[in-house]
């Protein structure tokens, strides 16, 4: 197997081409996983790159990640993407030789926490599972993607519609709005909702923000920006930024105007998506990682994911495996004391407004 590592935006036709072809034969068929993804972090962020893995046959594999520091190695677009791997024929390869990738790519560690199911390159690395709700829709009735929620929660489904009917009395829903207005709104929004919760912003990060705008305007069978708003009249009360491939809705980016709290637009925009994306013939929506109640009230069941990371046998790996340790105490240390976690979050957010 020879290996290539490459930037992202300097892969020629040919090398596109295959790669959405090896992502169209693997399941999950993540947007997360192709090209039009790495290729759009890669013009914000200078430490993406690509490995593309060629055997005999041509190429066999992709393998995006980004180079940090030290040869320590994360997930491109780490912190938003939510589906991470090699995509390929080589995906499958023995396990263990994960680490001879990561010597072809300059790394010393690889560290994931989206690992796609399947991926026996990087099985050993893997410490702990966690699960990613889906709703599976391909095969069930546009109209009656609730069926297999519970009655309580159907009820109040169509309680909150007829509410939201009655007070509006024009509610409308687009599946793929076009223009930049309705995501910037939903960039506003979704900033406010992350600060009242004292979270960090992702959205002022400029690299971040940089990438959705980008999506937004990609389409692709690999990988499209799909922005879904729910309106009364002209007036947006409820937004959604994901990406989709022929057969994967990734739910991503979702926020709504607080004003219309009371009949819970998010909910009801979930509803519409999931309707929509039936009749598009998606196969399934996947709503990411998390235990929001709303993503257990429609669930259908569940996607594996994987946490950890792969090292070489290096002294070089180890050092760099005890840094990230002990950057991973500092963390929880702040994280589980609420002053110093307010503290953090708040400096760190007003560095992202700053910029560099």
Same mark, same amino acid.
């Given at each position: ?5 490459? @930037?992202?935006? $300097? ?13 169209? /034969? ?9 090209p ?11 430490g ?11 190429p066999?594999?992709?393998? !995006?990640?980004?180079?940090r ?5 994360? !997930?491109? =677009?780490d912190?938003?993407? #939510? ?13 263990? #030789?994960g680490a ?15 690992? &796609?199911?399947g991926? $026996?390159?990087? *099985?050993?690395?893997?410490?702990? @599972? ?16 609730l ?5 309580a929660?159907r009820?109040?489904?169509? @309680?909150?519609?007829?509410r939201? &009917? /009655? ?9 793929? +709005?076009?223009?930049?207005?309705p ?15 004292? /979270?960090? #912003? ?15 305007e990609?389409?692709s069978?690999? %990988? ?8 009364? =009249?002209s007036?947006?009360?409820? %937004? ?5 491939? /022929?057969?994967?809705? &990734? ?7 607080p *004003?219309?709290?009371? %009949? ?12 929509? &994306?039936?009749e ?7 709503l =990411? ?15 594996a994911?994987?946490? =950890? ?6 002294a ?8 990230s340790?002990a ?14 976690r ?7 957010? +007003?560095?992202?407004?700053?910029? !560099?």
């Amino acid at each position: 197997m020879r290996t290539t590592v490459v @930037r992202p935006g $300097d892969l020629d036709g040919a090398a596109l081409a295959a790669w959405r072809t090896l992502l169209g /034969r693997q399941e999950p068929a993540s947007p997360f996983l192709s090209p039009e993804f790495a290729r759009a972090v890669g013009r914000h962020r200078s430490g993406a790159r690509v490995a593309v893995l060629e055997d005999g046959h041509g190429p066999a594999g992709f393998f !995006p990640f980004e180079r940090r520091a030290l040869g320590l190695g994360r !997930p491109i =677009g780490d912190g938003v993407c #939510d589906c991470q791997g090699l995509v390929g024929r080589a995906a499958g390869a023995e396990p263990g #030789d994960g680490a001879e990738l990561l010597r072809a790519c300059g790394l010393q560690v690889w560290q994931f926490d989206h690992l &796609a199911d399947g991926q $026996d390159l990087f *099985a050993p690395g893997v410490v702990r @599972r966690a699960a990613s709700p889906v709703v599976v829709c391909g095969e069930t009735d546009p109209a009656d993607v609730l069926a297999h929620a519970s009655a309580a929660f159907r009820r109040d489904v169509r @309680r909150k519609e007829n509410r939201l &009917a /009655r007070q509006t009395g024009d509610v409308r829903f687009v599946f793929d +709005a076009r223009g930049p207005e309705p995501l910037e709104t939903l960039m506003a929004w979704k900033s406010a909702q992350y600060r009242e919760k004292g /979270r960090i #912003d992702h959205l002022a990060r400029p690299w971040i923000a940089g990438v959705l705008r980008e999506l937004a305007e990609v389409s692709s069978p690999s %990988c499209s920006g799909v922005l879904s708003v729910l309106y009364a =009249g002209s007036r947006p009360l409820a %937004c959604h930024f994901g990406l989709r491939s /022929r057969s994967v809705l &990734a739910y991503w980016f979702t926020a709504y105007d607080p *004003a219309w709290s009371f %009949c819970s637009p998010g909910i009801l925009l979930l509803v519409r998506v999931l309707r929509a &994306a039936a009749e598009a013939g998606l196969h399934h929506v996947d709503l =990411g990682k998390g235990d929001d109640r709303y993503k257990h009230s429609v669930k259908t069941g569940d996607l594996a994911l994987g946490e =950890g990371q792969v090292a070489r046998p290096t002294a070089r790996a180890a050092l760099r495996t005890l840094q990230s340790d002990a950057a991973g105490r500092a963390r929880r240390l702040v994280t589980d004391r609420p002053v110093l976690r307010g503290a953090a979050v708040s400096a760190l957010n +007003a560095c992202f407004r700053r910029g !560099p």
